[in-house]
């Protein structure tokens, strides 16, 4: 079965600096997704970020920006410019290309200092 | 677009009666829905897969029985946790698959406290 794991289970940043939250994963297949997700504190899953693995070239949404090593399975999610709203748990989740479920790893609580 | 609601957002009932939550679409069909469990400080952990019209899938260890999962319709969900006990007290979250798409759309998750 596939895995995910966050080895991080917090991390603090000083606003406006960067910070990075590792994920790692493991399978055997050569489609399939990758995904940041964001829970502030009401809960809320937000989506901040996915990569088709297919795709060579890393994904950037603003800010927020991954390493994808496909060969490593690694995929880290780096937050610039950090600000006090992005404050939450961030989980990073897989996705298998023929399958509709997502596997979440335990998650990363980042703290933002000001 | 992509806009999942749960009704309703915090629920209190007593040991040993039933308690639905409803998991709507508002913008969007969706043929697939999933629903999670969360426990405090945890990840979420997937209970049950529903697609409309069918019965739903549930995973490993999840007992049927206890949570029912009704997709009536392309719009709506429902998972009714049954004779309920303080250890089911927990954060539910769904989420909804719009058609032909990969991305999951969550709602913002129902408390559900059992006293």
Redesign the interface.
Known sequence: AQTVTQSQPEMSVQEAETVTLSCTYDTSESDY?L?W?KQPP??????VI?QEAYKQQNATENRFSVNFQKAAKSFSLKISDSQLGDAAMY?CAY?EGGS???V????TKLTVNP | GAVVSQHPSWVICKSGTSVKIECRSLDFQATTMFWYRQFPKQSLMLMATSNEGSKATYEQGVEKDKFLINHASLTLSTLTVTSAHPEDSSFYICSALRDRGFEQYFGPGTRLTVT
């Open positions: 997704y995904f997700y009401s809960r809320q899953m937000i989506l996915r989980f996705k509709e479920k997502l979440f790893g335990k998650g």
